[in-house]
């Protein structure tokens, strides 16, 4: 499987993120297993795949980061707007 980049990570649906992942994480299994027995053709590869998977993973957890923060922040500025008019309210 070839490297993924940045760019053309957030173009992926999750499912795709998913997929990729799965099979990044076998590829990975099957060169540290040639790597034990000695037949590694590149080394350098077992390096960059595991760097792609965490590229993987850390597109995840921005997209849950950017998905919980849109909750809470409509969540706050509705309390701020509450509190706001309360405070305006009573000083008058």
């Keep these: 499987m070839a490297i993924i980049k940045k760019k053309e990570l957030k173009n992926l649906s ?6 990729r992942l799965a099979d990044l994480r076998l590829e990975l299994a099957k060169e540290r297993a040639a790597a034990y027995v000695g037949a590694a053709k590149n080394p350098g590869k ?3 795949i595991k760097r792609t998977v965490a590229r993987i993973l850390t597109r995840k957890k921005e997209r849950k980061i950017e998905k919980n923060l ?12 509450k509190i706001s008019s309360n405070k305006l309210s009573k000083g008058r």
Excluded: A, M, Q, V
């Design 46 to 48: 077992i390096r960059e």
């Design 70 to 81: 849109g909750h809470s922040r409509k969540s706050k500025s509705s309390k701020n707007s």
């Design 14 to 19: 999750e499912e795709e993120l998913d997929k």
